[in-house]
Structure formats: C-alpha cells, structure tokens
C-alpha cells in the first residue's frame, strides 16, 4: 500500500490500521489524500486530511441526535503517499491503495484534498464491483461535467464527467448551484439527474423518495462546498446559497439507508485550528459512521 509510515494522526475513536487484523464486518477505513495540485481558486486542500482528523477529537463517542454510539470498527491507515502536480499519477497511487482495503474487506472513507481524487476511488470499485449496478450520489455546489478545464482533462473541475465516463448506473448530483451550460447539456443527454438547493429545500420528500427508490449499491462523494459558505468557508470554491448542516444531516440519514460501499469528504481547505469547515466535515463523517452504527 502506498502510504506514509511515519506515526499518522488518528481519526478520533479509530485503531491504527493494520491489514492483518482479523474483525467482525463491515469495518471501515480512513485514508487521508492531502493533494490539492489542479486547484484553480482557493488552494490548501492538501491540508484538509490533518484538519479534519484534528477537529474530529472535539465529538463525542455517543451521538446524542440518533441515540447511538459510534462502535463500527474503524481503522486510520494515514496519508497517500501523492505526487503534487500530477493528478493521474496520484489516482493510480489511491487506485492502488484502495484496492488493497478492499480484498481486505474494507469500506474505504477518503478524505481530502481535491475533488480530482474521487476518480481513483471509483476505478479500483470497478476491479471489485460491478459500477454499472453502482449509484453514485455526489453532494456538490458545482456539477464538475466538463470535458475539460484550461486543457486538461483530469482536474477537480472535470471529475464527474471522468467518473460518468466509467459507466456507472447512475449518477444523482445535490446541491447544485453552479454549472456551464455545456455540463447541463451534458447532464441531460447522460440521465444524470441535478437537484438544486431551492428543490431539496422546498421539496425534500421527493428527494427522500429519489434516494429511497434506488436499488443497489450507493458511492457517496461530497464536495464540503456543497454547503453554503457561512458553514464552509474554507472550501477550493465557495459558492454560496448553499446547504445547511441541518440540510446535510437530513440527507444522510436518508443515504444511509441504502447499501454504502464507499464514501469521500473532498475539498477541506482549512489552514486554521477550530476553522468550521473541518469541523462540518469530521462531524459530517462522525455522523456517517454513527449511522452504520448497531447500538
């Protein structure tokens, strides 16, 4: 596996990773990608993997709004070992990785660094699922469709249209507020469904039914500026009339209820200790985690 070595901070509540360890399923893993080189506004995203482990030693075990404990097992197994500058070479490298977590039978939790990554997480799931029985749901500000940005085609900016490229079995984006028409055209010619904030908002039952009504499994990514920047400042793009975290909890609950074989919290760009944007973001994960939960 292509991680550092040296002593990793932990995510809160978690066990050093170890491949040898033989535990009940399904267990999860948390794999740091501090990667941020296709950045095009604000940089830092290679320090959202620290900023989001750190901010996760301020929740407790016990979750007070579902009334459980977070008692899934749970592994950090540290940071990607990345190639700044290079987006390919860095998905090979997490391809690679998460590979391993799977014939390991782990559920992989990636954390980053920028949305770029994603892709890589998707192209090992194909080695060990077939994606075209796979949905991904991606919680984002911006659809991410386009072919290319500034000339190149692997960027933060360009993922989904990467990922749509792989064929899944469909493609649902939430949270949208940002797009070229060229990524809405494209949208619309590939079934990719795209649900603005005013219609989750005003609408929330029809997107509780979307979700509900989806068979098989579910890959869940999200952007941190899906939320509006008054809760996620610190984000690659911020763009605001966003979600609330009371919007992200009520939408999680609803996802995890279907078969979750992976998840991403992408674009933390915070620099700062306490900042609230990693704090959304490791509770946001906290929050998952609770939700996989028995007790």
């Known amino acids: 596996m292509l991680l550092y070595t040296h002593n990793p901070s932990l995510f809160a509540f978690s066990q050093e990773g170890t491949l040898s360890t033989n535990i009940t399923k399904p267990k999860f893993s948390i794999i740091g990608v501090p990667f941020d080189s296709s950045t095009t506004y604000k940089p830092g995203t290679r320090f959202g993997p620290i900023a989001i482990r750190e901010a996760s030693y301020n929740f407790e075990n016990y979750n007070i709004e579902l009334d459980?404990?977070?008692?899934?097992?749970?592994?950090?197994?540290?940071?990607?070992?990345?190639?700044?500058?290079?987006v390919r070479k860095?998905?090979?490298?997490?391809?690679?990785?998460?590979?391993?977590?799977?014939?390991?039978?782990?559920?992989?939790?990636?954390?980053?660094?920028?949305?770029?990554?994603?892709?890589?997480?998707?192209e090992a799931i194909i080695q060990y699922k077939d994606l075209s029985k796979v949905t991904i749901i991606h919680l984002d500000a911006h659809m991410d469709l386009i072919d290319e940005y500034m000339g190149e085609k692997y960027s933060h900016a360009t993922v989904m249209r990467r990922i749509s490229e792989l064929k899944p079995k469909k493609i649902i984006q939430l949270g949208i507020r940002s797009a070229s028409y060229e990524e809405k055209i494209y949208a619309d010619d590939n079934n990719i469904s795209y649900f603005k904030v005013s219609e989750i908002k005003n609408n929330f039952e029809k997107i509780n039914k979307i979700i509900n009504d989806i068979k098989g499994p579910?890959?869940?990514?999200?952007?941190?500026?899906?939320?509006?920047?008054?809760?996620?400042?610190?984000?690659?793009?911020?763009?605001?009339?966003?979600?609330?975290?009371?919007?992200?909890?009520?939408?999680?609950?609803?996802?995890?209820?279907?078969?979750?074989i992976g998840l991403d919290v992408v674009e933390v760009a915070s620099t700062s200790f306490a900042d609230i944007t990693s704090i959304n973001a490791a509770k946001l994960i906290h929050d998952f985690l609770c939700m996989q939960s028995k007790s």
Request: aromatic share 8%.
């Open 68 to 86: 459980k404990k977070l008692d899934v097992p749970l592994f950090d197994f540290g940071n990607l070992d990345v190639i700044h500058g290079n």
């Open 218 to 260: 579910v890959y869940v990514t999200i952007d941190m500026d899906v939320y509006d920047p008054s809760s996620a400042p610190s984000v690659g793009n911020p763009t605001p009339y966003g979600l609330s975290s009371c919007d992200i909890f009520k939408l999680m609950k609803c996802i995890c209820q279907k078969n979750i």
């Open 90 to 122: 860095t998905c090979n490298n997490l391809k690679e990785t998460i590979n391993d977590l799977y014939k390991n039978e782990f559920t992989p939790i990636t954390i980053g660094g920028e949305h770029s990554i994603t892709l890589g997480v998707l």
